[in-house]
């Protein structure tokens, strides 16, 4: 099969854009590789922050890739201190267009206080793909739509 030029587009608009982040000291990263997969496998463009990158980081890399959505992931017990360092420094840069959605291993009586800082989602493990695929395109819509209005 051969592309013709400009005839051949899969998509009619851009695909959405994800930032895949572990912002503290977690070495695991074997679950952020199996979502990075089924993220990409989706038809995201997906960056994946690499291990250990401060709060501070994932904001920059956020703001300068354009992204839709944050994933944050945690397996360590960290989430309450470092998803809010993430979401005070969005805060703090004034971004309020980029959605955040959090997994990892998340007490279900933090999941509460995670969504008032709003962080969505707070997926576990075993949660299917395909639930976390329909959260992640669902918040995304929602940030295409607020840009749309902002600008």
Do not use: C, Q, W
């Not at 998340?106 to 008032?116: G, S």
Request: hydrophobic letters at 40%; glycine letters at 10%; aromatic letters at 6%.
């Amino acid at each position: 099969m051969y592309l013709e030029n400009g005839k051949n587009r899969k998509y009619t608009e851009a695909p959405i854009k994800i930032l895949l982040a572990k912002p503290a000291i977690d070495g695991h990263d074997r679950g952020i590789f199996v979502l990075a997969k089924a993220f990409r496998d989706a038809g995201m463009d997906v960056i994946y922050a690499g291990l250990l990158p401060t709060p501070e980081e994932v904001v920059d890399t956020a703001i300068n890739e354009d992204v839709d959505v944050i994933a944050l992931s945690l397996l360590n017990g960290a989430h309450m201190t470092a998803f809010r360092n993430v979401m005070e420094s969005l805060k703090k840069r004034g971004v309020s267009d980029i959605a955040v959605v959090g997994g990892g291993i998340i007490p279900d009586e933090d999941k509460p206080a995670l969504e008032k800082m709003g962080i969505t989602g707070n997926f576990g493990p075993g949660t299917p793909l395909s639930e976390i695929i329909s959260h992640i395109k669902k918040r995304a819509r929602e940030i295409r739509k607020l840009r749309e209005n902002e600008y």
